[in-house]
């Protein structure tokens, strides 16, 4: 999805359109470094609050 | 000794270069994953790491389910879906989500690799009808969606063909994580 969605009870319209960018030379590279943002946001919001301790964590040595 | 090449080339056949280069990645992930899900046994297929936890079997089932959906809703423009005419089971028969300590879906019970390969295929295979013929305006289109909470649900064709490499891509990491969880706790290297 296109970023955080805002806190409101209110209807809303939640966008997640994909298109090229402004500034690349390229469309297609554009998009693709798009592609990679999103991917940061999403893994970024959903690692938010891990510890130390969840972080090293193992299910098994090894 | 010959090179090592990892290209991804659009398909000459696809009336979209870019149509076609998404579905190259798809097919690149799907090579992967057949790759490393080759020799499981029906048993590995359904083995959970604990009560509530989806096996690799209900994973390979979603990614076909939702592959489905998303052609169904985005680049054919369907409002009602059929996936039992097009994979043979229906959008509920992965069983995910499962609910709290529950066990794999009964409709996957004792179902071999072969059974979900061909889900795949026949799901991939949808796909490629579904894009062949796809220019580069259609993926510009958008579609408009109710959701639960009231508010409005707005996709372009672009972002659904983006979403399934990164769909299948994420469950494809799930279920190699699942075969290193399955070796570790049997005490294989």
Sequence with gaps: MTGAEPESTAPRTVESLYRPPY???????????????EQR??????????TPEDLEWQHARG | MPDTRYLIVAPPEFRSPEAGTFFEQLEDQSRRLSKDTRGLEAAELEWQ????????????AHIAIVEVYWIQFG???RNQFDYRGVIG????????????????????????????????????????????A??????????????????TRVVNVRWIL?????????????INLLRHLQRAAVGKP
């Design chain 1, 23 to 37: 500034g690349f030379a390229s469309d297609r590279v554009g998009i693709l470094v798009w592609a990679l943002e």
């Design chain 1, 41 to 50: 946001r999403a893994l970024i919001a959903d690692t938010r609050g891990l």
């Design chain 2, 49 to 60: 790491p604990a009560p509530g936890a989806n096996t690799i079997g209900m994973l390979l």
């Design chain 2, 75 to 77: 680049p054919l423009a």
């Design chain 2, 89 to 132: 089971i229906d959008e509920m028969d992965d069983g995910i989500p499962l609910p709290a300590g529950g066990g794999p879906p009964g409709t996957l019970r004792g179902r071999d690799l072969a059974f979900f390969d061909d889900l795949l295929a026949r799901a991939r295979a949808h796909t490629r009808r579904a894009l062949i």
């Design chain 2, 134 to 151: 796809a220019s580069d305006a259609d993926l510009e289109r958008e579609i408009r969606s109710p959701r639960a909470d009231g508010s």
């Design chain 2, 162 to 174: 983006y979403h399934l490499v990164e769909h299948q891509a994420g469950h494809y990491g799930q």
